[in-house]
């Protein structure tokens, strides 16, 4: 079967591209990104600030046992409803440089549609490191690494 | 040495990438490997050192010759990292896949 989420990481370009396809109507592929609840529900993180416009910003917070694990954040620079989110991305207490994200939606279909996440790294080897350490992008992954940690210790 | 790095740095330089897809087929000496290349007989011996040092070549004598393979296992890593962060998105995007079915547009 053909995965449906597929990413592409060529060894000279500092980008990655993120291509997946839903079963979803375009609005409601949208919408997913537009509502900070949607986005609370399927990133599994509290949206604690989201402001969907021209040099708007965004501030993503996860907590795992009410401690906060994760802060990510962010400026938007284009927002055109059903078609491109234009932002910057940052992992707060990191050593990641900020990325630079190209968020295309398209629609296949009345109910398919298409998602191209086109990410643009400071430099080839900022991108390396990060696919090296998926979990520090994921962040339900970085519970799972500091209780594997964890359990190591003992 | 961090090897990791280096296995990066090996598969970013063209010469090297095509040395590796030249001994997909079979193994090859070194001097049939350069015969492939407009460089120098050197400038190759480097890159077999460099894609030996992060083995991603196996050297093997055979008689008076030395013989490169590949090392399958070390290429597989590489093609491997993308593996789970490409799961991490596609978890994520299989959430939010369901989460917008349930969902009734205003």
Known sequence: MEQKTKVNAQDDKQEIIITRLFDLPLEHLFKAYEEPELIEQWMETKVVKLENKKHGSYAFETSHNGQVVFRSNGTIHEFIPNVRITRTFEMEDTSFPVQLEYLEFEKIANSKSKLTMHIIFKSISDRNQLLQMPFAYGINQAHNRIQHLGTQLK | ?106
């Open chain 2, 1 to 106: 040495m961090n090897l990791r790095r280096d296995v990066f740095q090996a598969i970013a330089d063209p010469t090297r990438r095509s040395i590796l897809l030249l001994l997909t087929t079979q193994a090859m000496s070194a001097g049939a490997i350069a015969v492939n290349f407009n460089t120098a007989r050197p400038t190759v011996s480097k890159h077999l050192q460099i894609l030996t040092a992060c083995e991603l070549l196996k050297p093997e004598q055979n008689g008076r010759e030395i013989y490169y393979y590949l090392n399958l296992e070390k290429m597989k890593e590489v093609a491997d990292f993308i593996e789970p962060f490409r799961k991490i998105w596609e978890k994520r995007f299989d959430k939010l896949e369901s989460v917008m079915k349930n969902y009734k547009m205003k």
